[in-house]
Structure formats: structure tokens, C-alpha cells
Nanobody
């Protein structure tokens, strides 16, 4: 199984970025997908998640209304559209896959992880 995250970069506060994660080696629609992030010196935290067949996303309070998660089961991809970025959003962002229908906000519920992509928001 491979999860390849991309789309990170440097953006000014108030700007937008779109992260993408391409999955291979798994039956994609049977996995819930999540985005987590980890800032230096902090624990990895849940950002957003989406179940295998659902179009509704689940979000951390800190990103609700600014970020949108979506998936394309035909292309085995999951995306995170990040708008109105804040300096506090600076972190390494990881995509992860969790077998089953539940969307979990705990990292240990996820079976597979991507390599991470750096997002830096400047003031």
C-alpha cells in the first residue's frame, strides 16, 4: 500500500492550497481517509476525514468552514482544499487510510500513512 501526498508549499496568510493524496495497493472505497497534521513540537492532530462512500466530511473545529475534504474513488485520490489559511495551519500534513466505514480522529485507528507534505503559512 502506498499513499503519496502532494501539493504543499509556502503561502501567505489568507491564501489557499490544495493537497492531494494518491492511493495504490488497496481497495480504496473500503477505506475511510483522513488528513492529519503535525507542527514542530506538537502531537499529530486530526484535520479532516471522509468515509469510503460518503460525500460528507468531518472536520476539526480549528479548520471547520475553511477546509474541504473530498475523494474520487474512481481515481483513488483524496484531496484537502485549504482556504483562508492561517499561520497556525503551518505543519506537515499527512494523509492516512483507515479500513472500514468509520471516520476516526485518532491516529492509531489508521492503517496506512503517506509521507507528509509541508505547508507553511507566512504572515
Amino acid at each position: 500500500v502506498q499513499l503519496q501526498a502532494s501539493g504543499g508549499g509556502v503561502v501567505q496568510a489568507g491564501g489557499s492550497l490544495r493537497l492531494s493524496c494518491a492511493a495504490s495497493g488497496l481497495t480504496f472505497s473500503t477505506y475511510a481517509m483522513g488528513w492529519f497534521r503535525q507542527a514542530p513540537g506538537k502531537e499529530r492532530e486530526f484535520v479532516a476525514g471522509i468515509s469510503g462512500s460518503d460525500t460528507s466530511g468531518y472536520y476539526a473545529d480549528s479548520v471547520k468552514g475553511r477546509f474541504i475534504i473530498s475523494r474520487d474513488n474512481a481515481k483513488n485520490t483524496v484531496a484537502l482544499q485549504m482556504n483562508s489559511l492561517q499561520v497556525e495551519d503551518t505543519a506537515v500534513y499527512y494523509c492516512a487510510a483507515s479500513y472500514g466505514t468509520g471516520v476516526w480522529n485518532r491516529p492509531n485507528e489508521y492503517n496506512y500513512w503517506g509521507q507528509g507534505t509541508q505547508v507553511t503559512v507566512s504572515s
